[in-house]
């Protein structure tokens, strides 16, 4: 009975995806490399445990009970509508709407996948549902990518739109200033509409720390107004921690950690971002 067990246990993990373990990063010590079983993570150097929320979806916030304080429009991202209108009514029309001409999934699609090039691993930091995720596993469906988020209830969206054929598509519940992923380990790091909600420089700290040399940022974010009616929306957004950034100011936060602008393409309000490692 044991051995019939322990056989469909390991049966089970080989259904599972999961990214190779020697990407995963231990957040209690630092080890690079973890290890695996049907329902969870687990460090071997230090024995911290990272449950999955689901087959695909591997916790890294619960098991320290600490996670970092939120600014309310992070907050919004937690009640549990804001995942399936967001994804489903918002996110398909922001665009065309913030840049005031017709920016439709398709053309948006050809541009990601155009900054982004062939580099893999990705990690989609703070992703949401997973909307960008999905544009490039469209593409190339075997693609290496992991999703990133603190709000379990966006993540559950995302698990929920997922494709059988994506066998490389995995979710991790954690913090963008506390990457559970190693040093130099990822091709490229995509974010999209998410820059203005993140603690800037924590984060872009975090991103030149897992990619490796050569490696590529992408964003798309909405860019500093400086008048007009757009102006004073951002000024209201502000109070609620949003932060707005303009080239030359995005430039140098980059530069500060190691990562020099390639592109900045601007939209109306929306800025797409591409810098190298």
Not at 24 to 38: D, I, M, N
Not at 109 to 123: M, R, T
Request: aromatic residues 8%; negative net charge; contains cysteine.
């Amino acid at each position: 009975m044991g051995e019939m067990l322990h056989d469909f246990g390991l049966k089970c993990l080989m259904s599972v995806p999961v990214l190779p373990l020697e990407l995963y990063r231990c957040l209690r010590c630092q080890q690079e490399g973890l290890a695996a079983t049907a329902d969870r993570l687990y460090c071997p150097q230090c024995g911290q445990i990272y449950p999955r929320l689901n087959p695909q979806t591997v916790d890294f916030i619960a098991p320290f009970g600490d996670p970092l304080p939120m600014t309310p429009a992070q907050a919004i991202a937690h009640l549990p509508i804001f995942a399936w209108g967001y994804e489903h009514l918002w996110r398909p029309r922001a665009l065309s709407v913030l840049t005031g001409e017709p920016f439709d999934q398709e053309r948006e699609a050809l541009l990601l996948q155009a900054l982004v090039g062939d580099a893999q691993p990705i990690l989609d930091l703070a992703t949401a549902g997973g909307y960008w995720s999905r544009l490039l596993l469209r593409q190339q469906p075997h693609r290496r990518l992991i999703g990133l988020d603190n709000a379990s209830g966006v993540l559950a969206e995302a698990s929920r739109q997922t494709q059988p054929e994506w066998d490389h598509y995995t979710l991790i519940h954690a913090q963008a200033e506390r990457i559970p992923l190693a040093t130099a380990s990822l091709g490229a790091v995509i974010s999209g509409a998410s820059l203005n909600e993140l603690p800037l420089q924590p984060c872009l700290e975090e991103i030149a720390r897992v990619l490796r040399p050569g490696g590529v940022l992408v964003s798309m974010h909405s860019q500093h107004l400086a008048e007009g009616w757009n102006h004073l929306v951002q000024q209201a957004l502000q109070t609620t921690g949003l932060r707005f950034y303009g080239e030359d100011e995005l430039r140098t936060a980059l530069a500060a950690v190691g990562l020099s602008m390639q592109r900045y393409l601007s939209y109306g309000a929306v800025a797409f971002v591409q810098a190298v490692r």
